[in-house]
């Protein structure tokens, strides 16, 4: 299998690299080729310009990459800390140069826009790791848990993927590192349930 996981936190030090080295590491261990982008320190740009907005624009090379990428995928792990109850802007703009109609989304012939569209994602499953400073109850019953809904319906379910699940760790600031080692035990664990060995997919 093929998975996508993508980290986007500017701190290399940071709890999100850790989670998105120990799925990384489990993938490979289960024998799946990994493609890995942390997009901090690819300098990823955000920017969506005029030009990639309609569905034949100008797109660059990269764009095209990561689009194939995203495609060719078989499973998508995204990696993030809650900033603001959103993804941090490098992430939106991943997402927004990258969920692109005609690959991540079609409308149907006649239809200008104004409808639902089909989803084409063909990822068997899509995990979100999110890291947060504000307590579960807070997050839900104050903000209403945005990020669940923005990656879970507006996202991926929107665009064809309905196996679906999302994990935040949290409170990181306050955390132990005995803490830290049982919460990256249980993202291996996700890996291993949702992706596992190669071996298992064929006789399970």
């Not at 996981?5 to 799925?23: M, R, T, Y």
């Not at 993030?80 to 690959?103: E, M, T, Y």
Request: one cysteine or more; proline letters at 6%.
């Amino acid at each position: 299998m093929k998975v996508l996981v993508i980290l986007a936190h500017p701190d290399p030090k940071s709890f999100n690299h850790a989670i998105a080295s120990a799925g990384c590491e489990t993938l490979g261990k289960n024998g799946h080729t990994v493609l890995f982008h942390d997009l901090c320190a690819e300098g990823f740009d955000p920017f969506l310009p005029k030009e990639e907005i309609p569905e034949d624009g100008l797109v660059p090379a990269l764009v095209r990459k990561h689009g194939e990428e995203l495609l060719s995928a078989d499973g998508i792990v995204i990696v993030h800390p809650n900033w603001w109850g959103q993804p941090p802007a490098i992430l939106k703009g991943w997402v927004d140069r990258i969920f692109r109609p005609g690959v991540a989304y079609r409308f149907d012939e006649g239809d200008s826009g104004e409808g639902i569209p089909k989803g084409l994602i063909r990822a068997k499953a899509a995990i979100v790791f999110n890291t947060s400073n504000t307590e579960t109850e807070r997050e839900k019953n104050v903000f209403g848990d945005p990020l669940d809904t923005i990656w879970r319906n507006c996202i991926f379910g929107l665009c064809g993927v309905k196996n679906f699940y999302r994990r935040t760790f949290n409170i990181i600031v306050t955390s132990t590192e005995l803490q830290r080692g049982r919460w990256l035990d249980e993202v291996k664990g996700k890996m291993d349930e949702f992706f596992p060995r190669e071996a298992e997919l064929r006789t399970g």
